[in-house]
């Protein structure tokens, strides 16, 4: 199985499946030197662990990675960062059912068409469990970049059809980090609370928009012409379970503008030249411009729901399906600390392409 290995020159590799030991990772060409904040990295994972919102799944796992290569006393040594997450509250039984019917808008049946084999225990390798990993891996590389003057705040900007008026130049990440839904608005905040009560109670569930506006990262970062910056942002955006869009900038909003709406005149500010304004989010021929980047990720809603579904097995025979098992309404607020950890992986990875981050932390 291929395609477990995202990165340039600082590269991670993740294993593990859903219902197995433990999920892990290998995070390679992370600078030395570096001194490991332990509380912030577990402050990241239980922003993404389940188990602590009315409206995610129940499970209820710690998080906590156990590093076995890559740091020593406190500081990471430059070999490879290998850990491991235990996966301790498992229940397999749950999806006994997915073994003969395969789930609506799940994995299952496209791994069976690839492998000839599914894992139904919560979908394996395919399970958003795996996300467990990048943050943990993102974390790191957010440590890195703090260090550089780079700060990556994504927030819930949609769920359902309850939108955030926001900019994201307005966002507040200490706003976003007391929110339960990780909103910058808690007017909106209530509004989606009461949308996902609603659907909650209806057994069904609904997506969203992840929005992440990254800061400080120095002009001319970016490797044209295939590993443009956003064509690099993409691809993380776009591995994470259940994204459907990504844009960036004005994004599709750009298609049904006139060029001199969408284009940013460039005036002298401080001494400087800046663009008067930010339709292109940052990026411009693929390269960073040095001014805030924005992007946004469009999430699907949870494929597996409570309420009663047609589906058909292996058998082809048809019956109604209502899935058990523990599972979120919107997978949006969780998919939050999970787009800043990929965001972070890319822009780490660029900025040591670059030589903008050396690699030895002194």
Same mark, same amino acid.
């Given at each position: 199985?291929?395609?477990?290995?995202?990165?340039?020159?600082?590269?991670?590799?993740?294993?593990?499946?859903?219902?197995?030991?433990?999920?892990?990772?290998?995070?390679?060409?992370?600078?030395?030197?570096?001194?490991?904040?332990?509380?912030?990295?577990?402050?990241?994972?239980?922003?993404?662990?389940?188990?602590?919102?009315?409206?995610?799944?129940?499970?209820?796992?710690?998080?906590?990675?156990?590093?076995?290569?890559?740091?020593?006393?406190?500081?990471?040594?430059?070999?490879?960062?290998?850990?491991?997450?235990?996966?301790?509250?498992?229940?397999?039984?749950?999806?006994?059912?997915?073994?003969?019917?395969?789930?609506?808008?799940?994995?299952?049946?496209?791994?069976?068409?690839?492998?000839?084999?599914?894992?139904?225990?919560?979908?394996?390798?395919?399970?958003?469990?795996?996300?467990?990993?990048?943050?943990?891996?993102?974390?790191?590389?957010?440590?890195?970049?703090?260090?550089?003057?780079?700060?990556?705040?994504?927030?819930?900007?949609?769920?359902?059809?309850?939108?955030?008026?926001?900019?994201?130049?307005?966002?507040?990440?200490?706003?976003?980090?007391?929110?339960?839904?990780?909103?910058?608005?808690?007017?909106?905040?209530?509004?989606?609370?009461?949308?996902?009560?609603? #659907?909650?109670? +209806? %057994?069904?569930?609904?997506?969203?928009? =992840?929005?992440?506006? !990254?800061?400080? $990262?120095? &002009?001319?970062?970016?490797?044209?012409?295939?590993?443009?910056?956003?064509?690099?942002?993409?691809?993380?955006?776009?591995?994470?379970?259940?994204?459907?869009?990504?844009?960036?900038?004005?994004?599709?909003?750009?298609?049904?503008?006139?060029?001199?709406?969408?284009?940013?005149?460039?005036?002298?500010?401080?001494?400087?030249?800046?663009?008067?304004?930010?339709?292109?989010?940052?990026?411009?021929?693929?390269?960073?411009?040095?001014?805030?980047?924005?992007?946004?990720?469009?999430?699907?809603?949870?494929?597996?729901?409570?309420?009663?579904?047609?589906?058909?097995?292996?058998?082809?025979?048809?019956?109604? #399906?209502?899935? +058990? %098992?523990?599972?979120?309404?919107?997978? =949006?607020?969780?998919? !939050?600390?999970? $787009?800043? &950890?990929?965001?972070?992986?890319?822009?780490?990875?660029?900025?040591?392409?670059?030589?903008?981050?050396?690699?030895?932390?002194?």
């Amino acid at each position: 199985m291929a395609g477990n290995t995202f990165g340039h020159l600082l590269c991670l590799t993740s294993f593990g499946e859903s219902h197995g030991p433990a999920v892990g990772g290998v995070l390679d060409g992370f600078p030395s030197g570096l001194t490991i904040d332990a509380e912030a990295l577990r402050a990241a994972m239980e922003r993404r662990r389940p188990g602590l919102g009315e409206f995610q799944t129940a499970r209820n796992e710690a998080d906590l990675p156990e590093f076995v290569s890559g740091i020593f006393q406190g500081k990471t040594t430059g070999a490879p960062l290998a850990f491991l997450i235990r996966n301790s509250d498992q229940r397999p039984a749950d999806y006994k059912k997915m073994e003969e019917f395969y789930r609506p808008s799940h994995a299952g049946f496209a791994w069976d068409a690839k492998f000839g084999f599914h894992d139904h225990r919560g979908g394996g390798r395919s399970s958003a469990r795996e996300t467990a990993v990048r943050v943990a891996a993102g974390a790191l590389a957010m440590q890195l970049l703090e260090k550089f003057g780079v700060s990556i705040t994504a927030y819930t900007g949609q769920i359902g059809n309850v939108v955030t008026r926001l900019r994201p130049a307005e966002v507040n990440p200490a706003v976003v980090m007391e929110s339960a839904l990780r909103c910058p608005d808690p007017h909106t905040e209530t509004k989606m609370k009461a949308l996902l009560t609603s #659907l909650k109670a +209806e %057994g069904d569930s609904t997506g969203g928009v =992840v929005g992440c506006v !990254v800061r400080g $990262v120095p &002009a001319g970062i970016g490797e044209p012409v295939f590993d443009r910056l956003q064509a690099d942002l993409a691809k993380a955006m776009m591995s994470i379970n259940a994204a459907k869009g990504f844009e960036y900038g004005d994004g599709f909003a750009a298609a049904s503008k006139k060029g001199s709406e969408h284009n940013d005149p460039y005036e002298e500010q401080e001494g400087r030249l800046r663009p008067a304004s930010n339709h292109a989010g940052g990026i411009l021929g693929g390269i960073s411009t040095g001014e805030d980047i924005f992007f946004q990720v469009a999430f699907k809603p949870v494929s597996s729901i409570s309420r009663p579904q047609f589906t058909a097995g292996k058998s082809g025979q048809v019956q109604h #399906l209502s899935i +058990e %098992g523990r599972h979120d309404v919107c997978i =949006v607020p969780r998919a !939050v600390p999970v $787009v800043e &950890a990929m965001a972070a992986l890319v822009i780490a990875d660029h900025m040591l392409i670059s030589g903008k981050i050396p690699r030895n932390i002194l």
